[in-house]
């Protein structure tokens, strides 16, 4: 592998708190230099990235790539090269496939298609209930042995109090994370938007804001109970981002992911019955956006995550009861960071980079997430200033769904390096 | 209400999905229109020539009696050519999509489509996916437009006007497709709405849309001029919503003995088909103020109306003057 010189970068490295013009040196996979004015030896490649930032791969640690099951909507290698195009040098995929990642097997599955695609790294979790049905533990150490970071049963809430109570404890040995989709189950009733004015006009029935605090309340006390890590998935509501704040300032073992798009869009987006609008959980209001950005702000929230999720063009064309939930977000997040969150004075850019790499590396124990010296060479190349408009049809997703088509973002992935070696390039 | 002759004539569009896009002047042309068809249907020989050659499609994805029938009388008495599909029975029982069996159906050139279905946003959906007109008969929770504009010619016939009125919408508005119709349809001709009912059947939010909220009949009827009475959506009371029918009937049922209170006679509508004993007593339904069955009347009419302002005509060329043959 040929070594890489990226020459004359704004590299930001949020951990060290470095924010300066420098080149980087890139060698046998792995960072060997991060300094001003260095000479280019034989044999490296020098890449000219002034005007570039410079940054730590990004990192997020919640995708659904569809394989094994509905390979129609993403396989782990399209997920991969969307991630890489997207700046993201990991991801972590959850276990909703078809067979459920419960088992070693599962796992070992998903890592041996990841090392194939050769692109992004994926780190699957597990599940934690053995099928997601919420009655018995997975085999946590088998998980583990065979690849997993984290463990979810994602797409489902734990219902059961004992059992994520026993997780929270069975999973601390291990040290890794117990990450819960929080939605009070009976309260959310098979609705399909937030409950509010816009779920009234529509006539759709809605999942109230208190379906997501009553879960994350719970989750909370039960990871203050144990001490176990309940990593809280996709936050949506004012309400959640409240109970999270107080629990962080009692020292509970919390934290906390929110998605571009509740950090973006509101209920008003299902308008029109836009099933490119529907997730789960659903877009809220503006109080609940303002609260999201201000908990991103003060470190309530800790990370940014996608909650990527394809669908096929034919599930999402459909009414909207019966649409499936879920939207594609690997290759937008960047782009809608700088736009919105930057452009809205919520972030600054190594804020940013730092709730996109940083954060989500230490809260789930992953190596990457910083430009140290002798760490591995993920790194995304970007320009920070170019504006872009949304079109689907060149995503390297599978999927296409994605409420963004024709938005305006700003920030340009150029260059995205995995262990040294250049995944994704944008064409000129 | 007349419309001046000299202000320019509004159209519906391609589509009837609800109320809420309507504006004052299309829905006050509904209503006009649907005044000269009121006499077709006392006729001996009720019929007219105006939709002869055009092919509507009754498309029922759920039960339905006095929807589908007065919509295929409606196309019937302006002489259409009219295809009942209900979803049992069909390829809809097969799998087929909405939009696949729609395509097919327009791929038999057909002129019309008349939707109901049980997901709110199923006739938008439809209507912009195919060239044919298409008449939401009833979506999900959302709208069903036509029950809107029957009970607001039931109104209008009985006080010349909705301009000042006061409508109280009472009962299940939360699963109530006919009250998100009512509402647009009365606010936008100038009535004051309310809605009554237990707060486990009203939707959040619902005084965002303009309306006062009552909790109790009794306070509705000291206020209204009109209640318009809804069915307690039995099939869907097993989610909870109230305790029982009995006490709900107790507590919320439109009752002589509470009309007897009222300040005012109250004129008395409801979509049907009715729970007697339920949400309304049987003396009510049946008595004085009551005008049920001129809705079941209107509700044909205003069919008419639709289905003839869709196919492009305009009310001054209404052709009901010569019957058929």
Known sequence: ??????????????????????????????????????????????????????????????????????????????????????????????????????????????????????????????????????????????????????????????????????????????????????????????????????????????????????????????????????????????????????????????????????????????????????????????????????????????LIATDHAPHHYEAKERDFDEAPFGIIGLETALGLGVHELIGGGVLSLPDLIRRMSTEPARAFHLEGGTLGKGKPADVVVFDPDATWTVDPSRFYSKSRNTPYTDHTLTGRVERTIVGGRTVYERAT | MIRDASSPVPSLGKDLLGLEPLSTDQIQLILDTAEPFKEVSERAIKKVPTLRGKTIVNLFYEASTRTRIAFEFAEKRLSADTVNIAAAGSSVEKGESLVDTARNLEAMRIDMVVVRHPSSGAAAFLADRIASNVINAGDGWHEHPTQGLLDLLTIRDKFGRIDGLKVCICGDILHSRVARSNIWGLLKLGAAVAVCGPRSLLPRGIEELGVQVFGRPEEAIEWADVLNVLRLQLERMQGGYIPSLGEFYRVFGITQERLDRAPRDLLILHPGPMNRGVEIDSRVADGPHSVILQQVTNGIAVRMAVLYLLAGGTPERADVSKGEG
């Open chain 1, 1 to 302: 592998m040929k070594p890489i010189l990226l020459k004359g970068g704004r590299v930001i490295d949020p951990a060290p708190q470095l924010d300066q013009t420098a080149d980087v040196l890139i060698e046998d996979g792995r960072i060997t230099a991060v300094e001003p004015n260095i000479a280019a030896g034989d044999g490296v490649e020098t890449v000219d990235v002034s005007g570039m930032v410079v940054a730590p791969g990004l990192i997020d640690v919640h995708v659904h790539f569809r394989e094994p099951g509905k390979e129609e909507a993403e396989t782990v290698a399209t997920g991969a090269q969307s991630a890489a195009a997207g700046g993201f040098t990991s991801v972590c995929s959850m276990p909703n496939t078809q067979p459920v990642t419960d088992n070693q097997a599962a796992v070992g599955f998903i890592v041996k298609q990841a090392s194939a695609a050769n692109s992004a790294r994926v780190f699957p979790y597990g599940a934690i209930s053995v099928g997601q049905n919420g009655e018995q533990l997975a085999e946590f150490a088998r998980l583990i042995e065979a690849g997993v970071v984290a463990l979810s049963d994602d797409g489902h809430p734990v219902v059961s109090s004992h059992l994520m109570r026993t997780a929270l404890e069975y999973a601390q040995v291990f040290g890794i994370p117990i990450a819960n989709h929080c939605e009070e189950l009976t309260l959310a009733d098979r609705g399909t938007m937030h409950e509010g004015v816009v779920s009234t006009r529509l006539g759709l029935k809605g999942i109230p804001a208190a379906a997501e605090d009553i879960m994350v309340a719970r989750d909370v006390i039960l990871a203050e109970l144990t001490g176990g890590h309940i990593h809280l998935c996709h936050v949506s509501t004012k309400g959640a981002v409240d109970i999270i704040r107080r629990a962080k300032d009692k020292g509970v073992r919390v934290t906390a992911e929110v998605t571009p798009h509740h950090l973006t869009l509101t209920h008003e987006e299902c308008e029109g019955y836009n099933t490119n609008a529907k997730m789960n959980p659903p877009l809220r209001e503006e109080a609940d956006v303002a609260a999201l950005r201000e908990g991103l702000r003060d470190g309530t929230i800790d």
